[in-house]
């Protein structure tokens, strides 16, 4: 496997971990009956558990993304050691951002997913 598959395969782990803390901090302040339920009625979730949420979310649409140019890139036999250095950035800044999100340090957190824009970018640019 590329190391750009392994850094997918790490983002996608971590999109998982992510699910899981977003889920258990969401459980401890409205409770298992509720997110059992048809959430017809759930209050907005706040603190952080409303961090871990949207940390949660803004993962999956930048996910979307990379996983379309790691497969791209793959499929088009153009992955390189530049394509494995995008692919690394994204994934340590992605790690960054969710660390970051969770303890709630807004413009690092911003730094943080600006960097993995960067690693998206440098994919990005291999292909043409």
């Known amino acids: 496997m590329s190391l750009d598959l392994k850094y997918l395969l790490f983002s996608v782990i971590l999109t998982f971990v992510q699910v899981l803390i977003a889920a258990m901090a969401a459980q401890s302040q409205v409770g298992l009956s509720t997110l059992a339920g048809n959430r017809d009625s759930v209050p907005d979730l706040t603190g952080l558990a409303g961090r871990a949420k ?7 649409e930048n996910l979307v993304l990379f996983t379309a140019l790691v497969l ?14 995008g692919a690394a950035i994204f994934f340590w800044a992605r790690l960054a951002h969710a660390i970051i999100y969770l303890i ?7 730094l943080a997913w600006a960097v993995s824009v960067i690693g998206m970018i440098i994919i990005a640019v291999q292909l043409f």
């Open 104 to 110: 709630g340090i807004p413009w690092l957190r911003t």
């Open 72 to 85: 791209i890139a793959a499929a088009a036999g153009k992955a390189n050691a530049a394509t494995a250095m």
């Open 54 to 60: 949207r940390a949660h979310r803004n993962m999956i």
